[in-house]
Structure formats: C-alpha cells, structure tokens
C-alpha cells in the first residue's frame, strides 16, 4: 500500500529504520548480558508464578512475534475497511466486543476452575480494567485515528516500544533485572523508530 523507493534516501531511512526496530526487539529478547542493577523493585512480587513465567520466555517471545505479525497485517485491512466504512470509532467498537467474546471463550475453555474467575479489590482486578479500557478500548480508538491520519504504516512502528516499556517497568516495579542486552536491544528500537519517522517526515514534506 505503499511504495518504498528504495534508491531515495526516504526509502532508505524508512527501511533501515524498520530493520533496526525489528532487529532490537530481537536483540532485547534473546540476548541478556551482565546484569546491571539500577534500582529496586517498588512492589517487592517474586512469587512462584512470576519464576515459573521465567521458564516460558521463549514461548512468550514467539507468541510475541505472532502477534506483532498479525497486528500487522490487521493495520491494512483496517485501512481498506475505512474507506468501505467510515465510522471507525463503531468499527472499533465492534473489534473489541468480538475480540471480547474470543478471548472469553478461549478462557472458559482453558481455565475451568471457578476460583480462577472471581474477581477482588486488588492488583488482578486494577490489571483488568487497565487492559480493558487503556489497552483495548482506548488504544484502538487511537490506532484508528492514526491509521486514518498517516495510514496503516505507522502504528505497527511502534509495536516494537512495547517490548521496551515493558521491560522498563518490569525492573521497576517487579524487580526484573535490567541486562546489558536490555539497554542495547532498547536503544536500538528507539533509533530505528527515529529513523523510520525522520524518513516518513521527508516523504510527507517532498509530497
């Protein structure tokens, strides 16, 4: 949906930006390094399940990976759905109700245990609305702006920062160590997005 141009030097800008984005996130994930420690932990939570999480990180980096490929491919169907249907904020809506219903299906198929469903006034229920409405809600209301705005280009750009802030916060507030390959994966996905974005504003203004 949109040509790279190769030979120019926006072409080449929003490519290597892309390349370097992408190559961080693999850098953050797989490489670790000496362990720096930077600060404490706010919240103090090693618990059993946080270590038994450890052991799936390549499952999570690859479930990761699949979302991050279909997210991008979902961006230019939204593109495509705009311009058949243009009240995207409804679109938006009907996204998060169906996604809704899988995701609960999916549960209910895959935690039967009832104590697993009830809901108290405490971190698990904070996590939940969080997600609910800053994460879902209001993240596709704001994808579908940008996606309407610049096109379907942009928002998979910054796809690659979750990874980062979530590492950040983690250490912060869990205790998760931060690692040389951390600083360096991360550096290297905010300068590809740098990059990716110095292109596009070259492109917009020659256009």
């Avoid at 951390?182 to 917009?204: C, D, P, Q, R």
């Amino acid at each position: 949906m949109e040509k790279l141009r190769f030979r120019t030097v926006t072409g080449s800008l929003k490519v290597a930006g892309i390349l370097l984005a992408v190559g961080g996130t693999m850098f953050l994930s797989f490489y670790k390094g000496k362990t720096l420690h930077l600060w404490g932990s706010i919240l103090h939570y090693h618990s059993y399940e946080q270590e038994h999480a450890a052991n799936h990180h390549v499952r999570g980096t690859i479930l990761l990976l699949g979302s991050s490929l279909t997210f991008a491919c979902w961006y230019p169907i939204q593109s495509m759905a705009n311009k058949v249907y243009p009240h995207k904020y409804w679109s938006s809506m009907a996204t998060c109700f169906l996604g809704g219903l899988q995701t609960t299906l999916i549960g209910i198929i895959l935690r039967r245990d009832r104590n697993a469903w009830k809901l108290g006034w405490d971190l698990q229920l904070l996590t939940i609305v969080y997600t609910g409405v800053l994460a879902t809600a209001v993240r596709y209301n704001l994808e579908s702006w940008a996606v309407t705005k610049r096109g379907p280009v942009y928002p998979p750009m910054f796809i690659p920062l979750i990874t980062v802030f979530t590492t950040v916060l983690d250490s912060i507030f869990l205790g998760d160590a931060i690692t040389i390959g951390s600083l360096l994966g991360a550096a290297t996905v905010i300068t590809g997005l740098y990059i990716f974005l110095w292109g596009k504003s070259k492109e917009l203004h020659r256009n």
